[in-house]
């Protein structure tokens, strides 16, 4: 049962979460092979992850193998069509086999809430299956019961490698522990060597063990009706060539029935408080599904658990070839994982995106002052202040790839800086850490930006790659990176009374960029409306809409923008995401926040959830929108829905303002200004509102009741004062104060 501590109410979250129960366990009702889940991309079967450790299975009726990775084994040297340098790799796994006649019973689910795995084995006397693992350590558990009249045989083999036998193997038997091990690539070229073990403890029967090979070992046991037992199995290695194989011995051997129950008490504690963060209620299965198996993929893939940060696909590298090398992808893809956790409630999830950044700055810097050469010819010879980085790195410091003549891989992160030190409140994350990194990026704008002058007036431009491997004069794109970086850095140079003496040259940049391109769409069907063009040439294909990045994730156009700019806006995203079908057709445009735009620029509710629903229903059957490209970036989903309920524009909250005509709640989704916010919509206005204020201060809400009298705001039973100006509701709040606020009509 879940509980958690609830400051508006009892029980809310046990209720909403047992009813969700069912639709959050995906079934497999016949086996699926090897074959059906081996993916280069994300996984294709059912999954487990702790932000360090991956799992998929697959299955035969008879068993099943649990497929493993860790986050931080990663090879140097490893070459295919987007470069050279570091590679995510799988370590290995364990297969558990029944040895019984074959029926046609069988049964696997991945249950989402509970964080399992649950098997049923297609034999005359089944045997049980529940995999799960542990989230602050890296133990692997399958617990196996049957009701068979007769001992069953089981075997399990550990083993390590992968499809590529390249790579060096190990395997020992150690006083009942089976041991395997996997390296990575050794030589001249390769800057390290990473090595990972896998080791595996059979509890509750006597076990039979063999090692098999140079990279298998092997167990045999019977199983009895009523006596269950369990494959524990713990994942270790390093990036210093040591698989840590005498720590994971000694984790194993210290465990017993206590232990085991502690730890799976510890798993369901960590991700009860993970599921009741906050979560919504959309009133639509779908909708609710998708939005709450995202939550479920963002925090398997990433948390404070993780050693170095997981690529555009998590923690499930379970191929020797994943697909751009398993990188976190710099030029959006792989930052589009961790825009939505910040709304979501759960922005500790980012910290180890954080720490991956900060390695890179040192290279970044030297790339900005000796590699402009290598974006474009046109750059020989170029020198810039700031950071420049490629399109892809891997999680433990390193780059690799080109550039694709894109000098916004860097500022592409400003926005998760931002948001952290915004949606908190955290003023020394903030310094420390946020602002440092977006004055690196404005340093770069100060000495890459040119100046037009003309007629005596002038302007600031930038030529750089709108898009991969494009040329661009003036993408809508980049200046609203531009604008971004610049806005920031203003306002936080004044929060923390630093670099006044920048601010006359930030805000005439602010106040000198070009306006965005505006032309007539050239292709067939469209509405005959202008657009916003993606560069000064007035560029119109793909089917994205890049061109509306300054919406998000840059936030420089918003709710608050004039109503032409906001017309421009709609025609653009329908034209691209309707009449030429971008938002369901264009392989990834939920994960290029297509949708968040939407949302963010007052687009037709009924579309957007439309839309979305398309793409939801060619979700797998573990839930995920594959487009043989990217993983967690679809997580941007969480994002959409939390924007349609909630939105902080420039210290304002607005409550459902691209919501649907239809009932619907969230509860703690977390706003900017260090708000917690829960709310109640009937369908044509808020019934119910009520915030924490963490950091205190004061409340700006957009009257959800603009057309009643006698709004009353209420802190512990007392009401507050407050003005009401320009539909503007605003209050002073307390540190940790709880606030709730109705209309009395």
Same mark, same amino acid.
């Given at each position: 049962?879940?509980?958690?501590? &609830?400051?508006?109410?009892?029980?809310?979250?046990?209720?909403?979460?047992?009813?969700?129960?069912?639709?959050?366990?995906?079934?497999?009702?016949?086996?699926?092979?090897?074959?059906?889940?081996?993916?280069? &991309?994300?996984?294709?079967?059912?999954?487990?992850?702790?932000?360090?450790?991956?799992?998929?299975?697959?299955?035969?009726?008879?068993?099943?193998?649990?497929?493993?990775?860790?986050?931080?084994?990663?090879?140097?040297?490893?070459?295919?069509?987007?470069?050279?340098?570091?590679?995510?790799?799988?370590?290995?796994?364990?297969?558990?086999?029944?040895?019984?006649?074959?029926?046609?019973?069988?049964?696997?689910?991945?249950?989402?809430?509970?964080?399992?795995?649950? !098997?049923?084995?297609?034999?005359?006397?089944?045997?049980?299956? #529940?995999?799960?693992?542990?989230?602050?350590?890296?133990?692997?558990?399958?617990?196996?019961?049957?009701?068979?009249?007769?001992?069953?045989?089981?075997?399990?083999?550990?083993?390590?490698?992968?499809?590529?036998?390249?790579?060096?193997?190990?395997?020992?038997?150690?006083?009942?522990?089976?041991?395997?091990?996997?390296?990575? #690539?050794?030589?001249?070229?390769?800057?390290?060597?990473? %090595?990972?073990?896998?080791?595996?403890?059979?509890?509750?029967?006597?076990?039979?063990?063999?090692?098999?090979?140079?990279?298998?070992?092997?167990?045999?046991?019977?199983? #009895?009706?009523?006596?269950?037992?369990?494959?524990?199995?713990?994942?270790?290695?390093?990036?210093?060539?040591?698989?840590?194989?005498?720590?994971?011995?000694?984790?194993?051997?210290?465990?017993?029935?206590?232990?085991?129950?502690? +730890?799976?008490?510890?798993?369901?504690?960590?991700?009860?408080?993970?599921?009741?963060?906050?979560?919504?209620?959309?009133?639509?299965? +779908?909708?609710?599904?998708?939005?709450?198996?995202?939550?479920?993929?963002?925090?398997?893939?990433?948390?404070?658990?993780?050693?170095?940060?997981?690529?555009?696909?998590?923690?499930?590298?379970?191929?020797?070839?994943?697909? =751009?090398?398993?990188?976190? &992808?710099?030029?959006?893809?792989?930052?589009?994982?961790? =825009?939505?956790?910040?709304?979501?409630?759960? /922005?500790?999830?980012?910290?180890?995106?954080?720490?991956?950044?900060?390695?890179?700055? /040192?290279?970044? %810097?030297?790339?900005?002052?000796?590699?402009?050469?290598?974006?474009?010819?046109?750059?020989?010879?170029?020198?810039?202040?700031?950071?420049?980085?490629?399109?892809?790195?891997?999680?433990?410091?390193?780059?690799?790839?080109? =550039?694709?003549?894109?000098?916004?891989?860097?500022?592409?992160?400003?926005?998760?800086?931002?948001?952290?030190?915004? =949606?908190?409140?955290?003023?020394?994350?903030?310094?420390?850490?946020?602002?440092?990194?977006?004055?690196?990026?404005?340093?770069?704008?100060?000495?890459?930006?040119?100046?037009?002058?003309?007629?005596?007036?002038?302007?600031?431009?930038?030529?750089?790659?709108?898009?991969?491997?494009?040329?661009?004069?003036?993408?809508?794109?980049?200046?609203?990176?531009?604008?971004?970086?610049?806005?920031?850095?203003?306002?936080?140079?004044?929060?923390?009374?630093?670099?006044?003496?920048?601010?006359?040259?930030?805000?005439?940049?602010?106040?000198?960029?070009?306006?965005?391109?505006?032309?007539?769409?050239?292709?067939?069907?469209?509405?005959?409306?202008?657009?916003?063009?993606?560069?000064?040439?007035?560029?119109?294909?793909?089917?994205?809409?890049?061109?509306?990045?300054?919406?998000?994730?840059?936030?420089?156009?918003?709710?608050?923008?004039?109503?032409?700019?906001?017309?421009?806006?709609?025609?653009?995203?329908?034209?691209?995401?309707?009449?030429?079908?971008?938002?369901?057709?264009?392989?990834?445009?939920?994960?290029?926040?297509?949708?968040?735009?939407?949302?963010?620029?007052?687009?037709?509710?009924?579309?957007?959830?439309?839309? !979305?629903?398309?793409?939801?229903?060619?979700?797998?059957?573990?839930?995920?929108?594959?487009?043989?490209?990217?993983?967690? $970036?679809?997580?941007?989903?969480?994002?959409?829905?939390?924007?349609?309920?909630?939105?902080?524009?420039?210290?304002?909250?607005?409550?459902?303002?691209?919501?649907?005509?239809?009932?619907?709640?969230?509860?703690?989704?977390?706003?900017?200004?260090?708000?917690?916010?829960?709310?109640?919509?009937?369908?044509?206005?808020?019934?119910?509102?009520?915030?924490?204020? $963490?950091?205190?201060?004061?409340? %700006?809400?957009?009257?959800?009741?603009?057309?009643?009298?006698?709004?009353?705001?209420?802190?512990?039973?007392?009401?507050?004062?407050?003005?009401?100006?320009?539909?503007?509701?605003?209050?002073?709040?307390?540190?940790?104060?709880?606030?709730?606020?109705?209309?009395?009509?």
């Amino acid at each position: 049962m879940l509980t958690s501590c &609830h400051p508006f109410g009892v029980n809310l979250d046990d209720r909403y979460f047992q009813n969700k129960r069912g639709m959050l366990t995906a079934r497999w009702t016949a086996p699926f092979g090897k074959e059906d889940v081996e993916s280069s &991309h994300a996984p294709k079967g059912p999954f487990l992850g702790n932000g360090d450790v991956g799992l998929v299975s697959y299955t035969s009726e008879k068993g099943q193998t649990l497929q493993l990775s860790k986050v931080d084994f990663i090879t140097d040297d490893w070459t295919d069509w987007t470069g050279t340098g570091p590679a995510a790799l799988p370590v290995g796994g364990v297969s558990i086999q029944i040895h019984a006649e074959t029926d046609d019973d069988f049964l696997y689910e991945m249950r989402l809430l509970e964080a399992e795995l649950y !098997m049923k084995t297609g034999t005359v006397e089944p045997v049980e299956m #529940r995999t799960w693992m542990s989230m602050n350590d890296n133990y692997v558990v399958t617990e196996l019961a049957t009701r068979a009249s007769c001992p069953i045989l089981v075997t399990v083999e550990t083993y390590a490698g992968c499809e590529d036998t390249y790579y060096e193997t190990t395997a020992e038997i150690h006083d009942g522990i089976g041991q395997v091990t996997r390296r990575t #690539r050794t030589g001249e070229k390769v800057r390290w060597t990473a %090595r990972a073990g896998i080791s595996t403890r059979i509890i509750g029967t006597e076990v039979i063990w063999e090692q098999a090979s140079s990279s298998q070992v092997t167990s045999t046991f019977l199983i #009895r009706s009523g006596h269950p037992i369990h494959i524990v199995t713990y994942v270790s290695g390093s990036l210093n060539d040591n698989a840590n194989l005498s720590e994971a011995y000694e984790k194993l051997c210290g465990l017993d029935g206590d232990s085991l129950i502690l +730890l799976k008490e510890s798993k369901d504690a960590w991700w009860r408080d993970m599921w009741t963060r906050s979560y919504v209620e959309t009133n639509d299965s +779908l909708l609710n599904r998708q939005y709450l198996s995202s939550i479920y993929l963002m925090a398997s893939a990433c948390n404070l658990h993780s050693p170095v940060c997981g690529g555009m696909y998590g923690v499930w590298n379970m191929n020797d070839t994943m697909n =751009y090398h398993g990188d976190i &992808h710099l030029n959006y893809n792989s930052q589009a994982g961790f =825009y939505s956790v910040f709304s979501a409630n759960r /922005p500790e999830l980012a910290m180890p995106y954080y720490e991956f950044l900060e390695k890179m700055i /040192p290279e970044g %810097r030297r790339r900005a002052r000796e590699d402009l050469g290598s974006v474009h010819p046109s750059l020989k010879g170029k020198s810039c202040r700031g950071l420049l980085f490629p399109v892809s790195a891997l999680g433990n410091g390193y780059f690799y790839c080109q =550039y694709w003549q894109q000098t916004v891989n860097a500022p592409f992160n400003i926005p998760l800086f931002s948001w952290y030190y915004e =949606y908190t409140g955290d003023k020394e994350f903030l310094r420390e850490r946020a602002y440092p990194f977006i004055r690196e990026c404005g340093d770069f704008y100060e000495d890459y930006l040119e100046k037009d002058v003309s007629d005596n007036t002038y302007h600031y431009t930038i030529t750089t790659g709108g898009h991969e491997n494009s040329w661009d004069l003036n993408p809508p794109s980049d200046l609203g990176f531009v604008e971004m970086t610049f806005r920031l850095l203003l306002r936080y140079s004044e929060v923390l009374d630093v670099d006044s003496e920048r601010r006359a040259l930030w805000k005439d940049i602010v106040d000198h960029l070009p306006l965005y391109k505006v032309i007539m769409p050239t292709q067939t069907p469209n509405q005959g409306l202008p657009i916003y063009a993606k560069n000064e040439e007035g560029w119109d294909w793909p089917a994205h809409v890049i061109q509306l990045q300054p919406v998000y994730p840059c936030e420089v156009l918003n709710l608050h923008s004039d109503s032409t700019t906001l017309q421009l806006a709609r025609n653009t995203l329908y034209y691209y995401g309707i009449d030429q079908q971008g938002l369901t057709e264009t392989m990834n445009e939920l994960g290029l926040s297509a949708f968040i735009m939407g949302t963010r620029i007052g687009f037709n509710p009924n579309i957007l959830i439309n839309k !979305m629903k398309v793409l939801i229903r060619r979700a797998g059957t573990n839930f995920l929108i594959l487009d043989g490209h990217h993983c967690l $970036e679809k997580t941007t989903f969480v994002e959409t829905i939390n924007s349609m309920m909630l939105q902080s524009v420039e210290g304002v909250l607005y409550l459902f303002p691209c919501w649907i005509d239809s009932p619907a709640s969230f509860t703690r989704l977390r706003a900017k200004g260090a708000f917690v916010v829960s709310a109640d919509y009937d369908g044509k206005e808020v019934v119910s509102l009520n915030l924490l204020s $963490e950091k205190g201060g004061i409340c %700006r809400i957009n009257n959800p009741w603009p057309n009643k009298g006698n709004v009353k705001v209420l802190c512990n039973g007392e009401e507050v004062d407050f003005k009401l100006e320009n539909r503007i509701l605003s209050f002073l709040t307390e540190t940790g104060g709880t606030y709730e606020l109705f209309c009395a009509d």
